[in-house]
């Protein structure tokens, strides 16, 4: 079967299955008719296809025909795409439907990193014939300038994260009432699960005893075909084992540095530009995620400040073997992905390090909006003297007063000189927007 045949296999195999969509509503929600391109960037099987679906699902309600639908997935093996070859889709489309005018078609491409220099191939379909484009990527490529430059303005990105606790609740159809004895009791047990399990829609509706190999699977496919064979890292050992340090250190600052040593003294012949390489292309599959330190706007924070968080806690517990003081980083993990998935495009998030420390600092351009404290338990007294008057030092020198300590079940209100800091259990402030 010819390149051609083989999508027109796929685009009416697509089709056939539209009516059978069935997918639980996420807090994404994507426009249908800005006259933008739509890029859906986030890590894989966080649910950016089953977005687009969802999307298609509201198409169809509004009376659009699933002929007017091209849905087309690059993650198949069959056939590797690049800028030659790329136009097959549309004219094998063209071909099923000579009747259809391509401006009067929604186009859906799925997973569009896996084709080489498909930019210029979307802009031109946009500029010469059809408005209606979605696409999705699992590489951080999408968040960039330089994918902004090439589409020329005329994309609106939407990001996409595994499952908030909110929209694991709604997955698993738990009331998310915060004034029901019952309701309360079923989240709390739900948010521990969530802490240790992560969020990736299948590993949440899967039993628990799949639930690590999903993940297995998960990681396998991130570490050999989306990092080490699209970024030619050889041998794979050293890419396992810095994925493996800076899971050990998320929450704290990383140093490349130290882990380039480190794989020095083992023999490995490593150059410090490739072990900060390293640190770049996790960035880029969305494995890590880093934080930078609150600094004023005419300083520049310097990468040995740099935190990583990783994007899952479940891939972290695939990783790395339990560990004292797991608890308390898997909590400030979660919290770091709350606080990235409700910014908005002008907001930053940073941390505050001086004499004490600040986890998180939400800014807005000059204003310090928000600071935010994270601790697994306050009962000890030197944890609260530590915990307090780090968010208390950020609240000086920044002059916010609207602080919180994320705590795994403990809530209260302390009031200071610099306000008041409002205590809070992480189960009840991640159900907040």
């Known amino acids: 079967m010819n390149s051609k045949e083989l999508v027109k296999q796929t685009i009416i195999n697509n089709q056939e299955r539209l009516e059978e969509i069935n997918s639980v ?86 997973e569009i990193q896996m084709a080489s220099d498909w930019q210029s191939f979307v ?31 005329r994309s609106l990105q939407y990001e996409v994260f595994p499952l908030s606790f909110d929209e694991m609740c709604r997955f698993r159809n738990v009331d998310t009432s915060v004034y029901s004895a019952v309701s309360r009791a079923r989240m709390t047990a739900l948010f521990d699960e969530y802490l240790m399990w992560g969020g990736f829609p299948e590993v949440v509706m899967a039993d628990d005893n799949l639930k690590m190999k999903i993940l297995s699977d998960y990681f396998y496919v991130m570490l050999y075909r989306d990092m080490i064979e699209h970024f030619n890292i050889n041998p794979a050992s050293v890419a396992r084992y810095f994925i493996r340090r800076v899971m050990e250190n998320i929450t704290k600052p990383t140093s490349i540095n130290k882990i380039y040593n480190e794989l020095k ?17 996790c960035e880029a599959i969305y494995l890590f995620l880093p934080l930078s330190k609150y600094t ?26 339990p560990q004292s003081d797991d608890n308390g980083k898997m909590l400030e993990n979660t919290v770091y992905l709350h606080l990235r998935r409700n910014l908005d495009e002008i907001q930053k998030l940073s941390y505050f390090k001086a004499n004490g420390e600040c986890d998180f600092v939400i800014s807005r351009e000059e ?67």
């Open 25 to 110: 509503e996420r807090n994404v929600v994507l426009p249908l008719k800005s006259g933008k391109i739509i890029t859906v960037p986030g890590v894989r099987r966080c649910g950016k296809s089953t977005l687009l679906l969802l999307t298609i699902k509201q198409l169809l309600a509004k009376g659009v025909n699933r002929s007017n639908i091209l849905f087309f997935n690059f993650d198949d093996e069959r056939i590797k795409w690049d800028g030659s070859n790329l136009d097959t889709i549309i004219t094998a489309y063209r071909e099923l439907y000579p009747e259809i005018p391509l401006r009067e078609t929604h186009i859906f491409f799925d």
């Open 265 to 281: 003294s083992m023999g490995v012949a490593i150059s410090k530009e490739r072990a900060y390489t390293l640190a770049e292309q």
């Open 296 to 321: 004023a706007s005419v300083q520049l924070s310097t990468k040995s400040d740099t935190k990583y968080y990783c994007i899952d806690n479940g891939l972290r517990k695939l990783t790395l073997r």
């Open 367 to 433: 204003e310090v909006e928000k600071l935010i404290q994270v601790t697994w338990d306050m009962s000890d007294e030197e944890t609260y003297n530590r915990e307090l008057s780090g968010i208390l030092e950020a609240s000086k020198a920044t002059g916010c007063t609207d602080m919180y300590i994320v705590t795994h079940d403990d809530e209260r209100d302390i009031e200071t000189d610099c306000g008041t800091v409002k205590v809070v259990p992480a189960w009840k402030w991640a159900l907040t927007l």
């Open 123 to 153: 802009r031109r379909i946009y500029e010469d014939e059809c408005r209606n484009i979605y696409i999705t990527g699992s590489n951080s490529q999408m968040l960039s300038s330089e994918l902004a430059t090439s589409l020329r303005g």
